[in-house]
């Protein structure tokens, strides 16, 4: 089951903000269009349009810290910005600056990420098409970070019901 994590760390994941989101009368807060294993679907509509995204917790999270905030990985679609599977990693903790972040997938290794605060990002599309498309393929994910202390961590993810959680978003938020 999905570890559930806080809707508006979310929010903020995906550029809104809870005065954004009180302001446009026409916007309600994301929608959970159902969980599916270790993966979780939502969509919400805002004046720039539909957003539809998946979301996962770690299995597991390691590393010799005190205390961390949510951890969570995000893939977004926004269809009226013609932007689909936005990969978002968020650490729980502000990243060192310049120090690099990797996804490990079965025997691929993703390294071109960029971070800003506790966020981190492929470089482009074409590198979130080959991450979402390794996603599907594989059974688990293993992020691993530095954050700003020094502190090295180790993120592992299921993929557990990614592919039924993708599909959900591909439905409601259509190319």
């Known amino acids: 089951m999905l570890k559930s994590v806080h809707i508006f760390s979310f929010l903020s994941v995906l550029g809104m903000s ?6 446009a009368p026409a916007s309600k807060g994301p929608q959970l269009m159902g969980e599916y294993k270790d993966w979780a679907a939502y969509f919400y509509d805002d ?3 539909r957003v539809c995204y998946i979301a ?3 299995k597991k999270d390691e590393g010799r810290y ?11 679609h926004r269809p009226k ?14 990243y060192k600056p310049g120090a ?6 079965g025997t691929l290794t993703f390294e071109d990420l960029f971070t800003e605060g506790d966020k981190a990002w492929t470089v482009n599309s074409a590198a979130d098409k080959e991450l979402v498309d390794a996603m599907k393929k594989g059974q688990r994910m293993i992020v691993k970070g530095v954050s700003s202390r020094g502190t090295e961590t180790r993120d592992t993810y299921s993929l557990n019901g990614f ?3 993708y599909r959900a978003i591909n439905a409601k938020c259509q190319r």
Request: glycine fraction near 6%; avoid cysteine.
């Open 56 to 58: 996962s917790t770690p």
């Open 163 to 165: 592919i039924s959680a």
């Open 100 to 105: 690099k972040v990797t996804v490990k997938i």
């Open 47 to 49: 004046p720039q349009g």
């Open 81 to 94: 910005e013609s932007s689909f599977d936005v990969v978002n990693f968020v650490a729980g903790y502000n």
């Open 66 to 76: 005190t205390s961390r905030g949510d951890i969570y990985v995000v893939v977004t």
């Open 18 to 23: 809870l005065p954004a989101v009180a302001a």
